[in-house]
């Protein structure tokens, strides 16, 4: 009989349901959709009939499953993923920003079995937290799914989907407006789910060389991808930089601000900026365009952000804890 995986989420994301998919190779995976206290009830029989639970993001539902688990002897891992762990006050970004989410995500990382986290940098901002050992565990790109096809266009993306100020302030899209605005000669997409109010806000402050396109399914973002010569990321915080490495994968050259775990994906495959530098990342954009780090780039992803390489390492954590 397979060992039992109850794996916990508050929202499902992409990368959460491909873990799902990984797992369910050697393993019987529950999934588990955490939609508040009325759910606890359902998360104590869905651990009381697993091995382990595996908590996304170390928010309220981790909270409650690292609670929850050792009465009815259930191990947990815990990963660490990005807003659960971050403290940027300059954009205004993070679950750590007040006291209450502080004090919840330290309880949470310190009352898991495990605790992984999806880059160095995070596992850096865990450390602020807690002294406990962390396992670093990098998110990963199907790169059989995303590689490079067709011919390469002098155009520049950004993958950013805006529904509140905030994201526009962490994403720095302000940054890629300007660099558009700076290079007409260029063509710029900004892709992403946005709310109707910033798709409308988007458009009517984008230079007529940057197209707001909205929301992309998997085969119309690797369209992109595929097209696109750059891929630019100016953000003030990324925990992994997921649309980063799918876009190296797929052969795009990354221009990237120096921030978080933006320079760690990237590494010497790309070209990093210093952050909030608009004339540094202009020169940035220029370069990658005549650049012909595509390759290196999906190498990189290639050989260190692989599906097998995080498929191997979560399989490794769940069994330590058997």
Not at 138 to 143: E, F, G
Not at 183 to 207: D, T
Request: charged share 25%.
């Amino acid at each position: 009989m397979l060992p039992k995986v109850c794996v916990i989420y508050d929202q499902p994301s992409t990368f959460v349901l491909q873990d799902v998919e990984l797992l369910r190779r050697h393993f019987e995976v529950r999934p588990f959709l955490y939609r508040g206290r009325r759910d606890l009830p359902r998360l104590s029989v869905a651990l009381a009939r697993s091995n382990v639970g595996l908590s996304w993001f170390a928010l309220g539902h981790a909270r409650a499953a690292v609670t929850i688990a050792p009465r009815v002897r259930c191990r947990t891992i815990v990963i660490a993923a990005g807003y659960d762990v971050a403290k940027v006050p300059d954009v205004g970004y993070g679950a750590l920003l007040g006291a209450k989410g502080a004090k919840r995500a330290k309880a949470t990382l310190q009352g898991a079995d495990l605790v992984l986290a999806v880059s160095e940098s995070t596992r850096r901002q865990v450390a602020e937290l807690t002294d406990r050992e962390v396992r670093v565990v990098h998110n990963a790109v199907d790169t059989n799914q995303f590689k490079p096809g067709g011919q390469k266009r002098r155009q520049v993306l950004t993958v950013a989907g805006v529904d509140w100020a905030g994201r526009f302030k962490v994403k720095r899209v302000d940054i890629v407006l300007d660099v558009a605005r700076d290079m007409r000669a260029i063509q710029f997409y900004l892709a992403g789910k946005n709310s109707a109010e910033w798709s409308e806000r988007l458009r009517a402050s984008a230079p007529d060389n940057l197209g707001v396109l909205g929301e992309r399914d998997e085969r119309g973002m690797v369209r992109l991808y595929r097209q696109s010569k750059v891929y630019l990321q100016p953000s003030a915080h990324e925990s992994f930089g997921l649309s980063v490495a799918e876009a190296m994968a797929c052969e795009c050259v990354p221009v990237v601000s120096d921030r978080y775990a933006l320079p760690e994906v990237v590494g010497p495959a790309g070209i990093i900026v210093p952050y909030g530098d608009g004339p540094a990342t202009i020169a940035g954009v220029e370069k990658a365009l005549e650049s012909d780090l595509g390759r290196a780039a999906r190498r990189r992803v290639v050989e260190r952000f692989g599906l097998e390489r995080r498929e191997a390492a979560l399989v490794r954590a769940i069994e330590s804890l058997l």
